[in-house]
């Protein structure tokens, strides 16, 4: 086994991936690679913990691993998370030693169920997205973690985590579980273009997420059409798009041109539309790597899939050992009696 600390992170299966998900999140996960030993997860047992559609589910697990790996995850770190049952096994162990009363105060639950309760139509709030931080400590634990690279908005799942280990640990008298930690890592917050006051998202529509396998014109145009000043009083200070736009071109990799236009604004001179139409050259040299990685993937798609399948049966392995490892130490019927 190798001393390199561990890094554990999961995404849910979503649709086409966008520049907020890439920056945000998918693009310092190909970065720990290089640093750390690391296992990624597309998650599909905690989607079904919303309301959802079990053909589409299928669809968009195999879509969001095509798109990691185009855009730079090994397979060999990629796992399916229903392909490792242990997880939900290990999770309704944790469910035993995780209270009520904190789950109840998990502010994810709180906005989730309440999103529900908003769709007059929909009123269901299914026990698994009650119990949903409870599987996600199973997610993290189970490989025995060192680091979690996630967002602001996890660090009350992290926390939770940690209160599950260290209960185990007291119940079982041994320092079984080490306690993970969050890496904050920085990242750019990236804003809508269309509306720099709101996060980029799928939700939102079209407007307001940039994909990042999207044609170069479709790109350019977005861009182009970014809001940059709304004329509303900043105060002196940089407007929400025009901060965006610099962010965007900060995590696209143009330093220099980062550095030379950020000179402009500072002496009065920049041109929003050379700050856009080298945002746009970021993003579309970006994308022209991921879209070509992405042809070569479809292709060759059954060959992926089966790579997939084979790395996460590896990576169940470890998965199994934690699982027969806290089987014995919590009283379970074992192999040994
Ligand atoms: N809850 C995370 C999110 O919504 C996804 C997730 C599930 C996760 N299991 C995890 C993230 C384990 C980090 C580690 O983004």
Redesign the pocket.
Known sequence: MSSKKRI?????PTGNMHFGNYFGAVQNWVRLQKEYECVY?V?DY?AMSMPYNPKKLRENTWNILFNLIAVGVDIDNLFIQSLIPEHAELSWIFNCFCSYGQLSRMTQFKDKSLQSKDKASDEFISAGLFG?PV??AA??LIYKADF?P?GKD?EQ?LELTRNIAERFNRQVGKEYFVLPETLFTKIPKVMSTADPTKKMSKSAGDKHHITVFAEEARIRKQIKSAVTDTGENTEGKMSAGVENLFSLLEASGKTEAHNSLMDSYNSGSLKYSELKEEVANGLVDLSAVFKARKGEIEGNKKEIKAQIKASSAQIRKRAQQTVREVKELAGLANVKF
Do not use: T
Request: no cysteine; aromatic share 6%.
């Open positions: 554990l992170s999961a995404i849910q997860g998650v905690h949903y599987l996600q997610d993290i979690v996630v996890q799942h």
